[in-house]
């Protein structure tokens, strides 16, 4: 049962971490793992499990990280903050949240960060926006590059289409998804959990090992 849920914890498109008031690392999925290979909003201070803190990428934003963390822990305040990621251009938001749970009915008080990446969207979209809703390859494909910001035009001389003819597979888009413009699609996308069980963890944002 531990290794399924350790499963289910690994296969999520966020980094997860659960620290300490210091920030030492108490637990850390595989998206978090990846996160701070590559500089994305966070690192960890140390290899060793005993001294392993959570810090963030960007040595000015440490101070403020530590902080809501602490502030987490001793007055049980939700925070969060926008970091700075050294990986491609792409931006990061953590959100430090206090948790307690009861051991022998004694409370065992922790702090929860969960960082978000634009971009990081599992693999596994596409192809399930084409199963849910039968989209073509290339219709789903659209669909993730609005979510993920692109224009149509950008779209279009990417594929080395016509402009006109991309406009006419959003249109279907929207009539298969039951949406009725960019906004309901964008958020019809975002609605999707950001799972991928069907590949190993770290695989979940492929475009990170290229």
Same mark, same amino acid.
């Given at each position: ?30 998206? @978090?793992? &990846? +996160?701070?290979? $590559?500089?994305?909003?966070? %690192?960890?201070?140390? #290899? ?81 926006? @084409?199963? &849910? +809703?039968?989209? $073509?390859?290339?219709?789903? %494909?659209?669909?993730? #590059? ?65």
């Amino acid at each position: 049962m531990l290794a399924l849920l350790q499963a289910v914890i690994d296969s999520l498109a966020i980094a997860v971490v659960l620290c300490e008031e210091t920030g030492r690392v108490i637990f850390a999925n595989e998206m @978090a793992e &990846l +996160f701070a290979r $590559s500089g994305i909003g966070i %690192a960890f201070s140390s #290899a060793s499990p005993a001294t392993r803190r959570i810090i963030a990428a960007a040595t000015h934003e440490r101070r403020a990280l530590g902080t809501l963390i602490r502030t987490a822990a001793n007055s049980g305040q939700e925070g969060g903050l926008q970091l700075t990621s050294t990986f491609k251009g792409r931006s990061a938001l953590a959100l430090v949240t206090p948790v307690t749970a009861f051991d022998k009915n004694k409370p065992v008080r922790g702090v929860l960060v969960t960082i978000g990446s634009d971009g990081a969207t599992p693999a596994s979209v596409e192809a399930r926006l @084409a199963s &849910l +809703f039968k989209l $073509s390859p290339t219709q789903a %494909a659209l669909t993730l #590059a609005i979510f993920n910001g692109q224009s149509l035009a950008d779209f279009a001389k990417a594929r080395k289409n016509k402009l006109s003819t991309v406009r006419s597979q959003l249109s279907r888009i929207f009539a298969k998804t039951g949406v009725r413009n960019q906004v309901d699609l964008m958020r019809l996308v975002s609605a999707m959990p950001p799972i991928d069980v069907s590949t190993a963890p770290a695989q979940a944002w492929r475009g990170l090992r290229d």
